[in-house]
C-alpha cells in the first residue's frame, strides 16, 4: 500500500506553497481515507523523502502505521524552512489526531503551533525544548546518537589502515556534535593512537542538503590521510560516499541502512530508528494512551542500532563484529557511559 503523490497548492500565511502528498490507497476517494479514522499528519525536515537518511526512517514508521493500525496519513514536503510552522499548522487547524514534525529544527515551531491548538496531539523528532519548557501536548522524541556513533567508531578503528579516519558533519551544533563525539569514543576506544578528522557542512538547515560541500570535505579529510569516513549529515552523505567510493576509501552510513546507496564503499552505518519512535507514538493515540513530555531512545531502548549481520555487513570482519557486539554490551550495561560533547 504505497501512497500517491498529489500536488495541491497550499497557500499559508506566509504566501507560500507547500507540496502535499497523501498517503491512501490507489483508487480510494480522500474523503473515505479520512472517514473517522485516526488521522496522523507528518512534516518532513530539510530534504524530504528519498534522502536514504533520516527522513525515509521517519516514512517507514509513517507507512508502517497505515498499513498495521489502518490510520490514515498525510505528509507535507515544505519547499523552505521557512513554511515549517505553516505545515504544521495546516495539519492542526484541520482537527489531525497527531501532527509529527521531523527534526530538531522543528522544536520551537511544534511548541507554538502546540499552544495554539492544544486539543491536538504533537510529537518532534530530536526534540529540544525551549525556555517554556514541553507543552503538555507533546511528546518530545530524541536519541542517544551518541550511543550508535560509539559502535561505528569503534569499528572505525579496526578498520583503518592508516590511522587517520573522517567524520563530516551537517549543520554545527548541538545534535551533530553528539554523533561526532561518540564516533571519536569509538575510535579512541579501539585505536588510541587513531586521528580523526572532522569538518562541518554549514551553520543552517541547508547544510543537510548539499552534496557537493560533503564531497569536497570528504575529499579533504581523505587527502589528509583519512581511510575511512563516516557522515551525519542527511543528503549531503551521498557527496561523503562519492569521494569515498573514487579514493577507494571505506564510508559509513547514518541514521538507515545505507549499504544499497554505494555498495563495496559503505561499509555499516549507524541506524537510528526514527521510524520505531514514529510508528510506537502513533500507536499510543490510536489507542488512546497518547503520554506527552521527553522520551530518549536508545541501544538499550532498541532506537539505535549498527548494521552488523546479513550481507549488508559482508564487508565487516568478524574480530571487528565481535568487539562492536563487547562495546554495545558496555553501553547498554551502564559500564561505558558515552559522551555527547
Known amino acids: 500500500m504505497s501512497p500517491r503523490s498529489l500536488v495541491v497548492p497550499l497557500l499559508c500565511a506566509v504566501g507560500v506553497a507547500l507540496l502535499f502528498v497523501p498517503g491512501r490507497r490507489d483508487g480510494e476517494a480522500a474523503a473515505t481515507a479520512v472517514g473517522a479514522r485516526t488521522r496522523v499528519g507528518l512534516v518532513f525536515d530539510v530534504g524530504g523523502r528519498g534522502d536514504k537518511s533520516f527522513n525515509d526512517a521517519a516514512y517507514a514508521g509513517l ?24 505545515a504544521l499548522r495546516l495539519f492542526a487547524a484541520q482537527g489531525f489526531d497527531l501532527v509529527v514534525g521531523v527534526g530538531f529544527i522543528f522544536s520551537s515551531d511544534v511548541d507554538e503551533v502546540a499552544r495554539a491548538y492544544p486539543n491536538v496531539h504533537f510529537a518532534c523528532i530530536d526534540y529540544f525544548a525551549g525556555p517554556g519548557g514541553i507543552p503538555p501536548n507533546v511528546a518530545a522524541l530524541a536519541f542517544r546518537e551518541e550511543e550508535g556513533s560509539f559502535l561505528v567508531g569503534g569499528a572505525a578503528g579496526l578498520l583503518t589502515k592508516t590511522r587517520h579516519v573522517g567524520f563530516v558533519g551537517g549543520m554545527t551544533g548541538p545534535l551533530i556534535r553528539k554523533f ?25 538547515p541547508d547544510a543537510y542538503r548539499d552534496p ?14 583519512a581511510d575511512v569516513v563516516y557522515h551525519a549529515s542527511g543528503a549531503t552523505g551521498h557527496g561523503v560516499f562519492e ?31 526514527a521510524d520505531v519512535a514514529v510508528f510506537e507514538t502513533i500507536r499510543a493515540v490510536h489507542e488512546r494512551r497518547f503520554a ?13 542500532d549498527w548494521v552488523h549481520e546479513g550481507p549488508h555487513a559482508a564487508g565487516v570482519p568478524a574480530d571487528v563484529k565481535t568487539r562492536g557486539e563487547a562495546l554495545r554490551a558496555d553501553v547498554a550495561s551502564g559500564k561505558v557511559t558515552v559522551p555527547t560533547k
Open 63 to 86: 507507512v508502517r502505521a497505515e498499513k498495521e493500525l489502518g490510520v490514515a496519513v498525510r505528509y507535507l514536503e515544505p519547499s523552505s524552512s521557512e513554511d515549517r510552522e505553516s
Open 180 to 204: 561526532e563525539a561518540g564516533y571519536e569514543a569509538g575510535v579512541k576506544a579501539t585505536c588510541p593512537t587513531c586521528v580523526v578528522h572532522a569538518a562541518y557542512a554549514g551553520t543552517t
Open 212 to 225: 557537493a560541500k560533503g564531497k569536497a570535505l570528504a575529499i579533504s579529510q581523505i587527502a589528509s590521510g
Open 243 to 273: 569521494a569515498a567510493r573514487e579514493a577507494k576509501a571505506l564510508a559509513i552510513g547514518v541514521d538507515a541502512d545505507q549499504h544499497d546507496e554505494m555498495p563495496g564503499t559503505v561499509v555499516t552505518s549507524m541506524v537510528k530508528r
Open 292 to 304: 506527552p513530555g521527553m522520551k530518549v531512545f536508545g541501544l538499550a531502548e532498541g532506537g539505535i
